[in-house]
């Protein structure tokens, strides 16, 4: 299994742009699918972002489409999260994913998980 560590969170301004990356392991990085999703109080979990091993395949929720842009370093063991034009509506708990599905579910069905970065968007 993999071992994850999300980092790059903090307090920004709307408008503003973030980067996280998440470092992995204890497995073969490229051969796991990676997400983040996010979690703000009270909301559902939310998955805004995965990219395949080979990076053949890249899903985004319609919420972060055009603004977050997902990419993998599979020499350096990490995957990123470039979130640009941030609003105050992606406050949350953002945490990184690894997992192997192979089917139509690959991008919200993950077997590890890190321990979360929060990023605050507000003025």
């Known amino acids: 299994q993999v071992q994850l560590v999300e980092s790059g969170g903090g307090l920004v301004h709307p408008g503003d742009s973030l980067r996280l990356s998440c470092a992995a392991s204890g497995s073969t990085f490229s051969n796991y699918n990676m997400g983040w999703c996010r979690q703000a109080p009270g909301k559902e979990r939310e998955f805004v972002a995965a990219i395949t091993g080979t990076r053949n395949l890249i899903y985004y929720a319609n919420s972060v489409k055009g603004r977050f842009t997902i990419s993998r370093d599979n020499a350096k063991n990490t995957v990123y999260l470039q979130m640009n034009s941030l609003k105050p509506e992606d406050t949350a708990v953002y945490y990184c994913?690894?997992?192997?599905?192979?089917?139509?579910?690959?991008?919200?069905?993950?077997?590890?998980w890190g321990q979360g970065t929060q990023v605050t968007v507000s003025s």
């Open positions: 994913a690894a997992g192997r599905r192979r089917d139509s579910d690959w991008w919200r069905e993950y077997d590890s």
